[in-house]
């Protein structure tokens, strides 16, 4: 069964719109989270680590402002992207770890900005 | 250079065929190694771990050469099934609680009848 759950799994929404996307770890308290982006044809790009309790590590080039992150409990991390705009549509996807196990993904987003 | 690279593909083959892909890193510092699959607008999903040993699971074999910071994945006798994008991911441990994955650009794999 699923171990990490994504919030909602398909968005479509106006410009401007702020968009927020829950992941949460199933059955697991997990302290770090991550975010990741795919574009059409490309690959995951890590787009910032999510630590309970403290500030999000970003990336280069991941706008903080742009994209709020926050941890708030062991089981839960969420993305907002904030003023979205057709540029920002994508494919979002958060992963945990299980303790002893390899990291999961949760079901991922596909956000699309009109 | 990208962190983690592999060849694009397609790989178009037939069913019953044998296919390799490779993939090399350049953090070598990397921890562990991995390849996942991933269907279209699905995510990633594990395949296999990677290790120095190699190691086999059915049809699927995966073999690391750490000193030449090289992976690659054996399909055996492909199915139709195994269609799909195939990404070579590399790990380094953040801290005690996660490990952040570096991905690289995938395989597409076509297996037609």
Not at chain 2, 38 to 56: H, I
């Amino acid at each position: 069964g699923a171990v990490v759950s994504q919030h909602p799994s398909w968005v479509i929404c106006k410009s401007g719109t702020s968009v927020k996307i829950e992941c949460r770890s199933l059955d697991f308290q997990a302290t770090t989270m991550f975010w990741y982006r795919q574009f059409p044809k490309q690959s995951l790009m890590l787009m910032a680590t999510s630590n309970e309790g403290s500030k999000a590590t970003y990336e280069q080039g991941v706008e903080k402002d742009k994209f709020l992150i926050n941890h708030a409990s062991l089981t839960l991390s969420t993305l907002t992207v904030t003023s979205a705009h057709p540029e920002d549509s994508s494919f979002y996807i958060c992963s945990a770890r299980p303790r002893n196990q390899p990291q999961h993904f949760g079901d991922g987003t596909r956000l699309s900005i009109l | 250079r990208k962190e983690v690279e592999q060849d694009p593909g397609p790989f178009n083959v037939p069913e019953g065929a044998t296919v390799a892909f490779n993939c090399t890193y350049s953090n070598s510092a990397s921890q562990s190694f991995f390849w996942y699959r991933q269907d279209c607008r699905k995510e990633p999903k594990l395949l296999m771990s990677v290790y120095s040993s190699g190691n086999e699971d059915g049809r699927f074999t995966a073999q690391l050469n750490r000193a030449s910071q090289y992976i690659s994945l054996l399909i055996r006798d492909s199915k139709l099934s195994d269609s799909a994008t195939y990404l070579c991911v590399v790990s380094l441990q953040v801290n005690n609680a996660g490990n952040m994955l570096t991905f690289g650009g995938g395989t597409r794999l076509m297996v037609k009848p």
